[in-house]
C-alpha cells in the first residue's frame, strides 16, 4: 500500500502491525483532534523506530481520548543509521537546534560530551529526546537516533569503540579543506566530535591528536559556531565517506 507522504506522521511507542491498536497520549490526541481536526475514519502515518511506518485509521474519537488501528505497513524500517555524533552541549535553543540537525543529517547515536570549555552544567535528555522525535516525525525519518547521558571526554575516549574512526573538528588546523583527509579515512564505521562555544582546549586537541583511532579536519577558512560546524561537518563527512556517498 502506498502512502501520501503528505499525511501528518506520529510518533508512536507502541508495537505496530496490522490490526494493532494504538491509543495517542493526551497531547497527541489533542493535537490530532483540535489542530489537525481528524475524526472517525481519518488516517495518518506511524512509526515506532522498529516497525517501520504504516497507515493507520482513526477508530474512536471522545473529547480527551482518541484510538488509531494501524491498517497496513507503507514503509519497511530501515538499516539504524551507524554514524555516532558526539557534541558538547550548548545553551539550550542551539542545543535543540544541533540535535534537531544531527537527526536530519543520519546520525545513529547522540552521546553529549562534556569538555574542558562546555558551558552547559546541565543537559536536559527528555527535552533531548523529545527534539529527536520531533525532528524524525517532520522528515520522514524511521530510525530514532539513541541519545546517551552526557559523559566527560576523557571517558568517551577511553571507551571509544575499537574499529571506529573519531573525526574531530579542530578549529586549529593550519588547512582549510578537509575533503583530501577525509578520503584517506578507511573506515566505514565513523563519529564525529564537536567542540564548545569556546573550542577544544589546547590540552583536549593534543590529546585527541595523538590517538590513533582519531582524525582531525578543518571546516574552512571563515570561524563557525559550534551549532553550524557541526552541520558543516556533519554535511562534508556524508558527501564524502558516509551514506550520500553509497553508489
Not at 5 to 27: C, K, S, T, W
Not at 30 to 59: C, K, M, P, S
Not at 78 to 93: E, I, M, R, T
Not at 158 to 176: A, Q, V, Y
Request: glycine share 8%; with cysteine; net charge neutral.
Amino acid at each position: 500500500m502506498r502512502a501520501n507522504y503528505r499525511m501528518q506522521r506520529l510518533y508512536v511507542p507502541q508495537d505496530l502491525f496490522q490490526g494493532a491498536e494504538i491509543e495517542p497520549d493526551p497531547q497527541q490526541a489533542h493535537y490530532l483532534g483540535n489542530v489537525l481536526r481528524l475524526n472517525q475514519g481519518g488516517q495518518i502515518l506511524v512509526f515506532n523506530g522498529r516497525d517501520g511506518e504504516w497507515l493507520a485509521e482513526v477508530t474512536s474519537v471522545t473529547r480527551k481520548r482518541m484510538a488509531l488501528g494501524a491498517l497496513a505497513q507503507v514503509r519497511p524500517q530501515p538499516q539504524h543509521p551507524d554514524l555516532v555524533y558526539c557534541f558538547a552541549p550548548l545553551k539550550q535553543g542551539r542545543l535543540d537546534y544541533i540535535v534537531q540537525k544531527a537527526v536530519e543529517m543520519g546520525a545513529g547515536l547522540l552521546q553529549p560530551v562534556i569538555t574542558q570549555h562546555t558551558q552547559m552544567s546541565t543537559v536536559g535528555i527528555d527535552r533531548l529526546r523529545a527534539n529527536v522525535i520531533e525532528a524524525a516525525e517532520q522528515c520522514g525519518i524511521l530510525a530514532i537516533p539513541h541519545v546517551e547521558e552526557p559523559v566527560k571526554l576523557d571517558r568517551v575516549l577511553w571507551l571509544w569503540e575499537p574499529g571506529r574512526r573519531l573525526i574531530f573538528c579542530d578549529e586549529g588546523s593550519s588547512t582549510n579543506n578537509p575533503v583530501p583527509i577525509l578520503s584517506m579515512v578507511a573506515e566505514r564505521k565513523l563519529g564525529l566530535l564537536i567542540g564548545p562555544e569556546g573550542g577544544f582546549s589546547e590540552e583536549e586537541r593534543q590529546q585527541l591528536r595523538a590517538l590513533p583511532f582519531v582524525t582531525a579536519i578543518p571546516l574552512g577558512p571563515r570561524i563557525l559556531r559550534a551549532d553550524t560546524a557541526g552541520v558543516a561537518a556533519l554535511a562534508v563527512i556524508q558527501a564524502t565517506i558516509g551514506d550520500w556517498n553509497v553508489q
